[in-house]
């Protein structure tokens, strides 16, 4: 079953058409940068982006914050909201279970294939802006910072305004710090997916199930920023979102970077749980 | 092969159906029918395990469904609300798709066994065209090949000739004949009584979630022990069978009497002509009429005079 979603979800050009666009935003972002070499003043605009001129293999870290806002979790909810109701809508749910597909193999089919889709969508990201901030970028040493216990949006600064004063990273420290960066967001998206997944199976709409995912994450982005919703901050889906930046600090900080998996971990567990819960006992009468 | 005891099924404060007691026998072609929204649709998911039962039980192939569903399902090729799809992909892209989801299936090779689904429905010079583009008729072959991929012991069609021209509904009718001689058994729904009266063995009749009538279908249209004759000379033919009329319309009439033959010897005897003569059966469609209701999709003005 889980080779037959695969190759469903392989044989669909919105797969390839969403991974596409998610790859050709940072290119785009590059090809200006490079050609203007005008990068956002340090702490303003993408997290490390003014830090990649001087090296293009910092790019893909770049290029991941380029697209974690907006671009990929709406990828990860249209995907994760299609998986149920998608078929639901289409009327191809009773055929699959009059198969008959298990209904709880058929949602652990769709969530591996959901979490492929997440990681190969990072993944991809990651290598075609390590490709094009090779070409476009010099490879000069980099420098981390050493600070710590900054807000995210001050530590880009400090990438590029400490230089200096940083420890130099080796290629294969970047690779490693992009890799753990890679683990992160692709968890950090199984979240935004376990969301989807969930409203999937409560409608027949894969529109509604995608839009009520994003409709949480937006509610979570605004209420991080709100500081009279202080006391459940840290409980956040998207609080923890930006915190992949401490993995390139010297030495890295933990703190952040656990509570965020923690936090996703639990969204996961109780969501995917209570997708299974609905879907195992629902009356298919699409 | 089908059992039901006290079937009973309510979403919220709907009844949708209400006690049902199938009993469907091996072998059997047998027909379902009702108006619009009369629990058909309902009944035929819960057989199938996608809607699960209030109360009562269900028997298919004598293992309890939903308990056992997915050890019955594998001998089941079921059309439920018309045929679905992919509709990017290719019918044999669609067919091979779904033959590949769930428990591996033993025997033939896949390709063998979609190619001669397909030419069972007459779908067999398909190309590679996506199914979007299908017409409807091709689309409802496409579902009946999918319900035939693992040669099922049982079919459970919803509607199977929906979307069809007079030549695809024969064609269907014939196709349906041969598997129930091959052994198959088949359980279909419809509101379409020509189909039925001319498929079906056995028929039962949901009205407002309850089954009102389950008979065998030679039973049911049984001889009425009336004659139905017509003839140019109505005026003299009704003043000599005198008594046994008991109506007349135009040149038509329904004489009291069992035997056709004996009607039409004293007609031609007197030397009145006949031009048509035969016995009056009860028809599926009066039977149908006088144990159910108008359909849900029927809504009347509250303040209808």
């Given at each position: 079953?889980?080779r037959v979603?695969?190759?469903?979800?392989?044989r669909?050009?919105?797969?390839?058409?969403?991974?596409a666009?998610?790859c050709?935003?940072p290119?785009?972002?590059?090809?200006?940068?490079?050609?203007t070499?005008i990068v956002p003043?340090?702490?303003?605009?993408?997290?490390?982006l003014?830090?990649?001129?001087?090296?293009g293999s910092?790019?893909?870290a770049?290029?991941?914050?380029?697209v974690?806002?907006?671009?990929?979790?709406?990828a990860?909810?249209?995907?994760?909201g299609?998986t149920?109701?998608g078929?639901?809508?289409?009327?191809?749910?009773?055929y699959?279970l009059?198969?008959?597909v298990?209904?709880?193999?058929l949602?652990?089919a769709?969530?591996?294939?959901?979490?492929?889709?997440?990681?190969?969508?990072?993944?991809?990201?990651?290598?075609?802006?390590?490709i094009?901030?090779?070409?476009?970028?010099?490879?000069?040493?980099v420098a981390v910072?050493t600070?710590?216990?900054?807000?995210?949006?001050?530590?880009?600064?400090?990438?590029a305004?400490t230089?200096l004063?940083?420890?130099a990273?080796?290629?294969?420290?970047i690779l490693?710090?992009?890799?753990?960066?890679?683990?992160?967001?692709?968890v950090s998206?199984?979240g935004?997916?376990?969301?989807a997944?969930?409203?999937?199976?409560?409608?027949?709409?894969p529109?509604?199930?995608?839009?009520?995912a994003?409709?949480?994450l937006?509610?979570?982005?605004?209420l991080?920023t709100?500081?009279?919703?202080?006391?459940?901050?840290?409980?956040?889906?998207?609080?923890?979102w930006l915190?992949?930046?401490?993995f390139?600090r010297?030495?890295?900080?933990w703190?952040?970077?656990?509570r965020?998996?923690?936090?996703?971990a639990?969204?996961?567990?109780?969501?995917?749980?209570?997708?299974w819960a609905n879907?195992?006992t629902?009356?298919?009468t699409s | 092969?089908?059992v039901?005891?006290a079937?009973?099924?309510?979403?919220g404060k709907?009844l949708a159906?209400?006690?049902?007691?199938?009993?469907?026998h091996?072998?059997?072609?047998?027909?379902?029918?009702g108006?619009?929204?009369?629990?058909?649709?309902?009944?035929?998911?819960?057989?199938?395990?996608?809607?699960?039962a209030?109360s009562?039980?269900?028997?298919?192939?004598?293992k309890?469904?939903?308990?056992?569903?997915s050890?019955v399902l594998?001998q089941i090729?079921?059309?439920?609300?018309?045929?679905?799809n992919?509709?990017h992909?290719?019918?044999?892209?669609?067919l091979a798709?779904l033959d590949?989801?769930?428990?591996?299936?033993s025997?033939?090779?896949r390709?063998?066994?979609?190619s001669?689904?397909?030419?069972?429905?007459?779908?067999?010079?398909?190309?590679?065209r996506?199914v979007?583009k299908y017409?409807?008729?091709?689309?409802?072959?496409?579902?009946?090949?999918?319900?035939l991929?693992r040669s099922p012991?049982?079919?459970v069609?919803d509607?199977?000739?929906?979307?069809?021209?007079?030549?695809g509904i024969?064609?269907?009718?014939d196709?349906?004949?041969e598997?129930?001689?091959?052994g198959?058994?088949?359980f279909?729904?419809?509101h379409q009584?020509?189909?039925?009266?001319l498929?079906?063995?056995?028929v039962?009749?949901?009205?407002?979630g309850?089954l009102v009538?389950?008979?065998d279908l030679?039973?049911?249209?049984a001889?009425?022990?009336?004659?139905?004759v017509?003839t140019?000379?109505?005026?003299?033919?009704?003043?000599?069978?005198?008594?046994?009329?008991?109506q007349?319309?135009g040149?038509?009439?329904l004489v009291t009497?069992a035997?056709?033959a004996e009607v039409?010897?004293r007609?031609?005897?007197?030397?009145?002509r006949?031009t048509?003569?035969?016995?009056?059966?009860?028809s599926?469609?009066?039977?149908m009429?006088?144990?159910?209701?108008?359909g849900?999709d029927?809504v009347?003005?509250?303040?209808?005079?």
């Open positions: 079953m889980i979603e695969l190759l469903k979800m392989a669909r050009p919105r797969t390839w058409v969403s991974i666009l998610l050709g935003l290119t785009l972002v590059a090809i200006f940068v490079a050609v070499h003043p340090p702490g303003e605009g993408p997290t490390l003014s830090a990649v001129l001087s090296n910092l790019y893909p770049a290029a991941l914050a380029i974690l806002p907006i671009f990929l979790p709406v990860v909810a249209v995907m994760a299609d149920i109701a078929e639901a809508g289409s009327g191809m749910l009773r699959l009059a198969r008959p298990g209904r709880t193999r949602l652990a769709k969530l591996v294939a959901l979490i492929t889709y997440t990681l190969s969508a990072v993944v991809l990201v990651a290598v075609t802006a390590y094009t901030g090779r070409i476009l970028f010099g490879t000069q040493p910072t600070g710590g216990g900054l807000s995210s949006g001050t530590i880009a600064a400090h990438v305004a230089s004063s940083g420890t990273m080796t290629p294969a420290d490693i710090r992009t890799a753990a960066t890679i683990v992160f967001i692709a998206m199984l935004v997916g376990a969301i997944l969930f409203l999937s199976t409560l409608t027949d709409s529109l509604a199930a995608a839009l009520g994003l409709a949480a937006i509610t979570s982005g605004v991080v709100l500081n009279a919703a202080g006391s459940v901050n840290p409980y956040l889906p998207t609080r923890y915190a992949w930046v401490d390139f010297e030495p890295i900080l703190r952040d970077i656990d965020g998996f923690a936090v996703q639990v969204y996961v567990v109780v969501l995917l749980g209570a997708a879907f195992a629902k009356d298919i | 092969m089908i039901t005891h079937l009973t099924k309510r979403y709907v159906v209400d006690r049902v007691d199938l009993d469907v091996e072998g059997d072609r047998y027909g379902f029918l108006p619009n929204g009369s629990g058909k649709t309902t009944v035929v998911r819960m057989l199938l395990g996608l809607v699960y209030t009562g039980e269900i028997e298919v192939m004598g309890p469904v939903p308990a056992k569903v050890d594998p090729g079921a059309l439920v609300e018309g045929p679905s992919y509709g992909l290719s019918g044999r892209a669609n798709l590949a989801a769930g428990r591996k299936s025997g033939r090779p390709r063998r066994r979609i001669e689904a397909l030419d069972r429905v007459g779908l067999g010079g398909i190309d590679n996506a979007k017409s409807l008729g091709m689309r409802q072959r496409l579902g009946l090949a999918a319900a991929l012991r049982l079919l069609l509607e199977p000739t929906n979307g069809l021209d007079p030549q024969r064609e269907i009718r196709l349906l004949g598997l129930n001689a091959a198959t058994t088949i279909m729904s419809s009584l020509s189909e039925v009266e498929l079906c063995t056995r039962g009749i949901v009205d407002h309850r009538l389950q008979q030679s039973e049911l249209r001889l009425t022990g009336r004659v139905i017509h140019p000379d109505a005026d003299r033919a009704a003043a000599l069978l005198d008594g046994r009329v008991e007349r319309e040149d038509r009439l009497e035997d056709p039409n010897t007609l031609v005897e007197a030397g009145l006949v048509e003569i035969r016995p009056e059966r009860r599926l469609e009066e039977q009429l006088a144990v159910t209701s108008s849900s029927r009347d003005r509250e303040d209808a005079p």
